[in-house]
């Protein structure tokens, strides 16, 4: 990890510069970025870093980054004229600016057409879209691109995908998953297990768990697809699914139709007591960039069985069992001979343990985006 050099611990370079003025500009609608934002704003802010955060006030409400001592504006998700000009005038006087996500990333680059202040743009995750809109996130894409001084990515592919695209410097990012906020009933899991299972109805049998928005790109529906190759195992397994979506419906009435053993959940803020309890954990969808479940997962060393797609490969490496999107078959396969194989859980369960010991730390990732600031910003006169 590049170390920091002209900072001080107090926010102050050797040279008597003043403190660096960054903002964070946040669209609000990812919960991993939003997070990640957060993290980043606390060790900033920590190393004497001024950093306001534009965001809707919802996402302040949720991940209260005022509470770790940044500043906060309100910038409706919108591009709108009036959200731009609020986040233009919120970057009035930044040092440097950085941009989380395709949508707040476009309108940063809106709100600082004329002016010489460096973008940052870390992309998170890819946008899905189909027909007329996706060639429409495409140019969006090359706006983005074009105008960020630097784009980091946070798995190969989305680097790639920037250079594609037209970056003039695109880098791999380090990018942390916070620890979850801990809890009494977190600190003892041999007590928390049973409970959170007693409450989905998974007592004598297995439980596997899925979390994310109820979309077509997550895959769900291959999970019910798959699902009809274990509910011939005695006991029959419950598929949990955590998260809420326009699919939720029609995933509805599949499951009461085919009479399949699995709960739509909804809306969850409880996944790391659902892995505490739950035997494999499933990611089926069609791209993942740096999946917070996944991570999640194996810190929690639960079993996993993902698609081969995105940036899954590079964030598990051995540590899960990788499937190909959109084979049911092969993901009931992985499934059914996980539940068999209680050597083969422990085995993941020691991988993931291991490959997630080597993810960077909140620290470094701090460390990574400090020393990218302070290549791009020139030395500032004391005001």
């Not at 001080?8 to 403190?19: F, I, K, L, T």
């Not at 596997?208 to 005695?234: I, N």
Request: a neutral charge; proline letters at 7%.
């Amino acid at each position: 990890m590049t170390p920091v050099s002209s900072h001080s611990p107090h926010g102050h370079s050797p040279h008597g510069q003043s403190p660096l003025r960054t903002v964070q500009v946040l669209g609000g609608g990812n919960d991993a970025g939003s997070a990640h934002v957060r993290s980043l704003t606390a060790g900033l802010v920590a190393r004497g870093v001024r950093v306001t955060v534009c965001a809707p006030v919802e996402a302040d409400e949720a991940h209260d980054f005022t509470g770790v001592g940044a500043g906060h504006v309100h910038v409706p998700r919108s591009s709108d004229p009036g959200s731009v000009a609020a986040l233009r005038a919120a970057c009035t006087g930044a040092d440097l600016v950085h941009a989380h996500g395709l949508h707040a990333s476009f309108r940063t680059a809106l709100a600082l057409s004329g002016r010489r202040t460096p973008l940052v743009v870390t992309w998170h995750d890819r946008v899905h879209a189909d027909g007329p809109r996706a060639h429409f996130l495409r140019l969006l894409e090359r706006r983005v691109v074009r105008a960020a001084t630097v784009v980091l990515g946070t798995t190969s592919a989305l680097v790639d995908r920037a250079r594609r695209t037209g970056a003039r410097d695109a880098r791999l990012a380090a990018v942390s998953l916070p620890g979850p906020r801990t809890s009494p009933a977190r600190d003892d899991p041999d007590r928390l297990r049973p409970k959170v299972r007693a409450e989905l109805g998974a007592i004598g049998r297995p439980l596997l768990v899925a979390v994310g928005s109820l979309e077509r790109h997550r895959g769900h529906d291959v999970l019910l697809d798959a699902a009809h190759a274990w509910q011939r195992l005695d006991p029959v397994p419950l598929m949990v699914l955590a998260g809420e979506g326009p699919l939720r419906g029609e995933l509805q009435r599949r499951i009461e139709g085919e009479e399949l053993a699995v709960r739509l959940l909804g809306r969850r803020d409880d996944v790391t007591d659902l892995l505490a309890a739950a035997d494999i954990a499933l990611l089926p969808g069609r791209w993942e960039a740096c999946s917070p479940f996944a991570q999640e997962a194996l810190r929690a060393r639960v079993p996993l069985v993902a698609t081969d797609v995105g940036g899954v490969p590079e964030l598990v490496g051995d540590a899960a069992e990788l499937v190909p999107y959109g084979n049911a078959r092969a993901l009931a396969d992985a499934v059914v001979r996980l539940l068999a194989d209680p050597g083969r859980r422990e085995l993941l369960r020691e991988r993931g343990a291991r490959q997630a010991a080597g993810w960077p730390t909140e620290d470094e990732t701090v460390a990574q985006v400090l020393s990218i600031y302070d290549e791009l910003t020139q030395p500032r006169p004391l005001v």
